[in-house]
């Protein structure tokens, strides 16, 4: 009888416990505020669900910042940079053609106008965006890292016949674009491979990465 008093408030300590471990939000949950990544390219909608045509696609790779869920679906937002008169077509640095997404022309007029950047080398002026709207949740990644590493085994079991492993920084971003549409044709990449292959590439050029680190 004496022992009883104890298991009470331990029973309770224990319910206690377990409450609060379910009420914090796991990856599932997607919270706003998070950065994930596209693990493939997705379609673009104004609302979840994704009734209607697309408003844009989201290339592979690409990181977005989560907004808002609902019932397997995320509404993101994308940041990008655009030149003047080509407001479709964001990449992910100025002066640097990496593809992040192509917007419909109906979609245009929702970009939000964020700063401005003169590229250094070209002397161009491009203009930061966002835009936001809804994709699958399953189409997303918290991790981008195995991606790369997808990346990474396409490339040195494709490519390496005709180029040198570590390759990829000796070139810069935008060589990449018209290097590997050469390389791709050769080796057979279906057009996924060959988006998350030369956004790989692209982000581990001379100008914005450097070496890859892989052996």
């Known amino acids: 009888m004496g022992a009883h008093p104890l298991r009470l408030p331990s029973l ?17 949950e997607s919270p706003a505020g998070e950065t994930v990544y596209a693990a493939r390219t997705l379609g673009l909608h104004a609302e979840a669900g ?20 609902s019932s397997g679906w995320l509404k993101v937002e994308v940041k990008g940079w655009h030149q003047e008169g080509a407001e479709r077509l964001l990449y992910d640095l100025p002066g640097k053609r990496i593809r992040s997404a192509l917007l419909a022309k109906s979609a245009v007029a929702s970009l939000r106008p964020l700063e401005t950047a003169v590229d250094p080398d070209s002397g161009l002026t491009w203009y930061g965006a966002a835009f936001a709207g809804w994709v699958e949740e399953d189409g997303v990644t918290d991790d981008r890292e195995p991606l790369w590493e997808r990346a990474w085994h396409t490339f040195s079991t494709k490519c390496v016949a005709c180029h040198q492993r570590r390759i990829p920084h000796h070139y810069t971003a935008n060589q990449w674009v018209s290097f590997l549409k050469i390389m791709g044709e050769r080796a ?17 050029a001379s100008d914005t990465g450097g070496e890859t680190g892989k052996e």
């Open 50 to 69: 994704g009734a209607g045509k697309p408003v844009g696609r989201i290339f592979i790779a690409t990181p977005l910042t989560v907004l808002d869920r």
């Open 12 to 28: 309770f300590l224990v319910i206690a416990a377990l409450t609060i471990c379910l009420a914090v939000p796991g990856r599932a």
């Open 188 to 204: 057979a990449l279906d057009d996924e491979e060959h988006q998350l292959l030369l956004n790989f590439l692209q982000h581990h």
